[in-house]
């Protein structure tokens, strides 16, 4: 295990190197062209301050990413921080999973989003969280749950975490300077056109040729950076399900909850977009038809319906080299797991514990789903001795409430 | 005077090698007490939970006293093992009777359907699942841990200060890793 995590550590590294490369290159670009119209000898003094201008919006994003990259992603998917009281079963699972993979128990949230997704975030295994959407929350049994949370530990186990903030900010800051660049080139040359055209002289040629390359490079530079960045997390994606098939000793309940997630047919995460999407279990970006036959290079996610085949075919054992075995039969390429994940241990397929195919009926699903809205928009649920569930509306001002069934007070103090 | 600082400068590296790697080696033996610490914890908060089990129970069940008996009587005796070999057969009938009680409770419909009963349940449920979760880990960690004592070089390491293997949990065999478990559904 330490020896994966060395070299997911050494291939983030190596990535976020290249992106840097990519980012600090395309700032000498744009600031070439800037300084271009003066004398021809500023033109690299232009490309040094592009350089600078970059490297400081992406160290100022960098230092922002590492000290509340994770607060940033969870306000922004809207997510709340629950307790055990909260949803029990949940907050018991991930504390298995942590169990399981010998890890401190992260902050659990929940989304108040009928989209079935889940993340984990965070800098380090002890500041990591995990949060899911209530929409798959309702959706699925214990082993189902478990086999997601597991998933999410092995993102948080192989420090795919950080890797995915830092690469995320850093996708984030070519994708802002270029768009700023192509639409300042865009707007001044409207106007400029009409201020140089007399004035062309000897150097014009080499001006022209920057601003070409620069706009060139504006382009293909994101694009490029993305490519980099969906290559891995597909393949962390991958080790992902390798190890909560380890973790959970249970390959099918992941495939079971992936295989609710591709059944969905609710609307699509409402807080989600191109640079957070590869850090959700599945891609919450919902395609059309037509941009579902786009080549695999552009997804930040392998196909789920090969997730799910891999699991399924899982049968000898958990181990990540059954896994990888797997994953050779199903899609006759070579396994995408690094070879530090090959150990030679033996691990066994345990049974479930819940009856497989046995799932809530819709209606009860729906009754769950409505019930951790209601907790994630402020609601108090309390249980009253006699077995019956109160829900209180946040604007609830008294601070007892009567059961209604028998008729004792109960206080509001154990709020949550 | 070169060779002499090339010599000293070889010995430095070596001995901040050898440091890094006796830390390491502690660091994982660390994490395989750790490990064991963490079967203890869960087992201890099974004992915990029955009380409330019971509490929870007797209502519904007046006509069941010697299942319930039968669990508090279970605990006590697990509670008060002694040796680990004592202690892992306690552990084993408390889990029996566990599950003897869960397929009662089947015969009670207004229990399953009581929300405090519920809430137990699903920590006893997870509680049993701590447990071998925790013994999973423990068995991880001391693979880890004995593969770091057996390969070079740190196995020059560990000869010299006495780093002695950890003992698993139970076999490695698929078939033999089976923990009894209690099914709620």
Not at chain 1, 236 to 263: C, H, M, Q, V, W
Not at chain 1, 363 to 380: E, Y
Not at chain 2, 31 to 49: C, M, S
Not at chain 2, 167 to 184: G, H, T
């Given at each position: 295990m330490w020896e994966l995590i060395r070299a997911n550590k050494r291939h983030s590294i190596v990535l976020i190197l290249l992106m840097a490369v990519v980012l600090l290159g395309l700032g000498y670009l744009i600031g070439s062209v800037f300084t271009?119209?003066?004398?021809?000898?500023c033109a690299m003094y232009g490309g040094l301050w592009g350089i600078a201008i970059a490297g400081t919006i992406w160290f100022f994003l960098t230092v922002l990413s590492f000290s509340s990259g994770d607060q940033i992603l969870l306000a922004a998917s809207k997510a709340k921080r629950v307790n055990h009281d909260v949803h029990p079963q949940l907050f018991n699972v991930v504390q298995e999973m942590a169990l399981a993979s010998g890890l401190p128990m992260p902050k659990v949230y929940i989304i108040a989003d009928p989209a079935p997704n889940a993340f984990a975030t965070g800098r380090s295994p002890k500041t990591a969280s995990v949060a899911i959407t209530a929409g798959l929350l309702s959706k699925l049994n214990r082993d189902e749950l478990q086999g997601v949370i597991a998933h999410e530990m092995s993102h948080i186990l192989h420090r795919d975490i950080l890797f995915v903030t830092v690469a995320g900010i850093m996708l984030g800051s070519i994708v802002l300077m270029s768009q700023v660049f192509l639409r300042g080139m865009f707007y001044s040359s409207l106007g400029s056109r009409r201020r140089y055209s007399g004035s062309s002289k000897g150097g014009g040629q080499a001006q022209i040729l920057i601003m070409i390359i620069a706009i060139v490079a504006a382009i293909l530079a994101p694009i490029f950076a993305q490519l980099l960045y969906f290559a891995l997390s597909r393949k962390r994606e991958y080790l992902a399900d390798a190890g909560a098939a380890r973790l959970t000793r249970y390959p099918a309940g992941l495939a079971a909850a992936l295989e609710k997630i591709s059944n969905d047919h609710s609307?699509?995460?409402?807080?989600?977009?191109k640079v957070t999407?590869?850090?959700?279990?599945?891609?919450?970006l919902k395609k059309n038809k037509k941009a579902?036959?786009?080549?695999?290079?552009?997804?930040?996610?392998?196909?789920i319906s090969e997730r799910i085949k891999i699991l399924r075919t899982m049968?000898?054992?958990?181990?990540m080299k059954d896994y990888s075995k797997s994953f050779s039969q199903v899609t006759?390429?070579?396994?995408?797991?690094?070879?530090?994940?090959?150990?030679d241990e033996i691990i066994g397929i345990r049974k479930p514990f819940d009856q497989p195919g046995k799932s809530s009926k819709q209606q009860k699903q729906m009754h769950q789903l409505g019930d951790l809205m209601r907790i994630v928009n402020g609601f108090v649920f309390l249980t009253c001795s006699c077995g019956l569930k109160l829900k209180v509306p946040?604007?609830?001002?008294?601070k007892t409430v009567t059961?209604?069934?028998?008729k004792k007070q109960l206080s509001l103090k154990k709020s949550i | 005077m070169v060779s002499l600082i090339v010599t000293l400068v070889v010995v430095v590296l070596i001995v901040l090698f050898l440091i890094a790697m006796y830390n390491s080696l502690v660091q994982l033996r660390n994490q395989v007490k750790n490990a064991w610490a963490q079967i203890d914890v869960q087992l201890k908060r099974r004992h915990d939970l029955i009380p409330n089990l019971v509490e929870t129970a007797k209502g519904y069940m007046q006509h069941e006293r010697g299942t319930l008996e039968a669990i508090t009587e279970a605990r006590s005796r697990a509670m008060g093992a002694g040796s680990v070999a004592d202690a892992s057969k306690t552990e084993g009938a408390l889990t029996e009777a566990l599950s003897k009680f869960m397929l009662v409770v089947e015969n009670y419909p207004d229990l399953k359907a009581n929300q405090n009963f519920l809430q137990v349940q699903e920590e006893l449920t997870s509680t049993e699942n701590k447990i071998s979760f925790s013994r999973q880990n423990y068995n991880d960690q001391v693979l880890f841990f004995n593969n770091k004592i057996q390969m070079f070089p740190s196995n020059v390491v560990a000869g010299m200060f006495n780093f002695k293997q950890g003992e698993f949990f139970?076999?490695?065999?698929p078939a033999e890793r089976e923990v009894p478990k209690v099914n709620f559904s």
């Amino acid at each position: 295990m330490w020896e994966l995590i060395r070299a997911n550590k050494r291939h983030s590294i190596v990535l976020i190197l290249l992106m840097a490369v990519v980012l600090l290159g395309l700032g000498y670009l744009i600031g070439s062209v800037f300084t271009a119209n003066m004398k021809n000898g500023c033109a690299m003094y232009g490309g040094l301050w592009g350089i600078a201008i970059a490297g400081t919006i992406w160290f100022f994003l960098t230092v922002l990413s590492f000290s509340s990259g994770d607060q940033i992603l969870l306000a922004a998917s809207k997510a709340k921080r629950v307790n055990h009281d909260v949803h029990p079963q949940l907050f018991n699972v991930v504390q298995e999973m942590a169990l399981a993979s010998g890890l401190p128990m992260p902050k659990v949230y929940i989304i108040a989003d009928p989209a079935p997704n889940a993340f984990a975030t965070g800098r380090s295994p002890k500041t990591a969280s995990v949060a899911i959407t209530a929409g798959l929350l309702s959706k699925l049994n214990r082993d189902e749950l478990q086999g997601v949370i597991a998933h999410e530990m092995s993102h948080i186990l192989h420090r795919d975490i950080l890797f995915v903030t830092v690469a995320g900010i850093m996708l984030g800051s070519i994708v802002l300077m270029s768009q700023v660049f192509l639409r300042g080139m865009f707007y001044s040359s409207l106007g400029s056109r009409r201020r140089y055209s007399g004035s062309s002289k000897g150097g014009g040629q080499a001006q022209i040729l920057i601003m070409i390359i620069a706009i060139v490079a504006a382009i293909l530079a994101p694009i490029f950076a993305q490519l980099l960045y969906f290559a891995l997390s597909r393949k962390r994606e991958y080790l992902a399900d390798a190890g909560a098939a380890r973790l959970t000793r249970y390959p099918a309940g992941l495939a079971a909850a992936l295989e609710k997630i591709s059944n969905d047919h609710s609307a699509q995460l409402a807080c989600a977009n191109k640079v957070t999407a590869p850090m959700y279990i599945a891609n919450p970006l919902k395609k059309n038809k037509k941009a579902a036959k786009l080549s695999d290079l552009t997804s930040t996610h392998p196909p789920i319906s090969e997730r799910i085949k891999i699991l399924r075919t899982m049968a000898g054992g958990a181990s990540m080299k059954d896994y990888s075995k797997s994953f050779s039969q199903v899609t006759k390429n070579d396994s995408p797991l690094p070879a530090a994940a090959i150990t030679d241990e033996i691990i066994g397929i345990r049974k479930p514990f819940d009856q497989p195919g046995k799932s809530s009926k819709q209606q009860k699903q729906m009754h769950q789903l409505g019930d951790l809205m209601r907790i994630v928009n402020g609601f108090v649920f309390l249980t009253c001795s006699c077995g019956l569930k109160l829900k209180v509306p946040p604007n609830y001002k008294g601070k007892t409430v009567t059961c209604p069934k028998c008729k004792k007070q109960l206080s509001l103090k154990k709020s949550i | 005077m070169v060779s002499l600082i090339v010599t000293l400068v070889v010995v430095v590296l070596i001995v901040l090698f050898l440091i890094a790697m006796y830390n390491s080696l502690v660091q994982l033996r660390n994490q395989v007490k750790n490990a064991w610490a963490q079967i203890d914890v869960q087992l201890k908060r099974r004992h915990d939970l029955i009380p409330n089990l019971v509490e929870t129970a007797k209502g519904y069940m007046q006509h069941e006293r010697g299942t319930l008996e039968a669990i508090t009587e279970a605990r006590s005796r697990a509670m008060g093992a002694g040796s680990v070999a004592d202690a892992s057969k306690t552990e084993g009938a408390l889990t029996e009777a566990l599950s003897k009680f869960m397929l009662v409770v089947e015969n009670y419909p207004d229990l399953k359907a009581n929300q405090n009963f519920l809430q137990v349940q699903e920590e006893l449920t997870s509680t049993e699942n701590k447990i071998s979760f925790s013994r999973q880990n423990y068995n991880d960690q001391v693979l880890f841990f004995n593969n770091k004592i057996q390969m070079f070089p740190s196995n020059v390491v560990a000869g010299m200060f006495n780093f002695k293997q950890g003992e698993f949990f139970e076999i490695e065999a698929p078939a033999e890793r089976e923990v009894p478990k209690v099914n709620f559904s």
